[in-house]
């Protein structure tokens, strides 16, 4: 899939602008075009529990979703971070305006070729961390939960209408072989009761208790493609251990 990049001025804006079109579009939904956001990613609803979940801010600004898989490991998307700049976190918490625990990356890691990047923090942080699963984990037609901060619906400017509290919606593995957004390996989904949207670029995607996946594309509609962790699990593992 091919994206078109606006450069930018602000490194903190190149970043927000980056996960806004990493999830790239097609035609409006019927939300946008009937002028509405609802309270969801773009469909699904609000979660009631991730201990895991990690709102991304690239200096200062919310851009992207992610989670802390170990004491001092963040987990996103490669397009999230590629802007550079100071990267926090606020750890624990469904709200991404309060609550939990706020963290510094004091180094990103990108992975050469696929969408996938770990920060590692200046502290440890306590919490739930997100367990990581395999490439058995996932299998065509299984229904898998996807969960991020993103855009509630088709609103112009996907930045400026992302979620305040962590969104997750039902989706259904049609590929475990498809491609994301630097054409490494990623897990096809199609809609359920909602899609990826802006913001949600990072999120995860899991599968029976277990984070599968990294969200990178999404047409905004009906189809989203999240980097395979099984895959690169040992990449994963040479840095932060898990």
């Known amino acids: 899939m091919r994206f078109t990049r606006t450069v930018q001025a602000v ?3 190149t970043a927000a602008f980056l996960s806004a079109i990493a999830l790239t579009t097609i035609a409006p939904s019927a939300s946008a075009a009937e002028g509405g956001v609802t309270p969801y990613i773009i469909g699904g609803g609000t979660a009631s529990n991730a201990p895991w979940a990690a709102r991304l801010f690239a200096n200062g600004q919310q851009t992207c979703t992610a989670t802390i898989i170990a004491p001092t490991w963040i987990l996103t998307a490669q397009h999230c971070v ?5 990267m926090t976190f606020r750890v624990g918490s ?5 609550g939990g625990t706020m963290a510094t990356a004091k180094r ?9 990047a770990l920060a590692e923090l200046t502290t440890s942080v306590q919490a739930t961390y997100a367990p990581l699963g395999t490439t058995a984990s996932t299998r065509n037609g299984q229904t898998v939960q996807i969960y991020g901060w993103g855009a509630t619906s088709r609103c112009g400017s996907e930045i400026n209408c992302q979620s305040r509290y962590l ?3 039902d989706t259904r593995v049609t590929n475990t072989n498809g491609r994301d957004y630097r054409g490494g390996v990623a897990i096809t989904v199609t809609r359920g009761n909602g899609i990826a949207a802006g913001g949600d670029s990072g999120g995860p995607m899991f599968a029976s208790g277990v984070q599968v996946g990294v969200a990178s594309t ?12 099984g895959t690169y699990r040992s990449w994963i593992k040479q840095y932060a251990g898990v």
Request: glycine share 10%.
């Open 11 to 13: 490194v903190g804006t």
């Open 82 to 86: 590629a802007g550079g700049g100071t």
């Open 94 to 98: 469904l709200d991404q305006q309060s």
């Open 108 to 116: 990103v890691i990108q992975h050469p070729s696929v969408d996938l």
């Open 167 to 169: 969104k997750v919606a």
């Open 218 to 229: 999404s047409d905004r509609q009906s189809t989203s493609n999240y980097t395979s962790v």
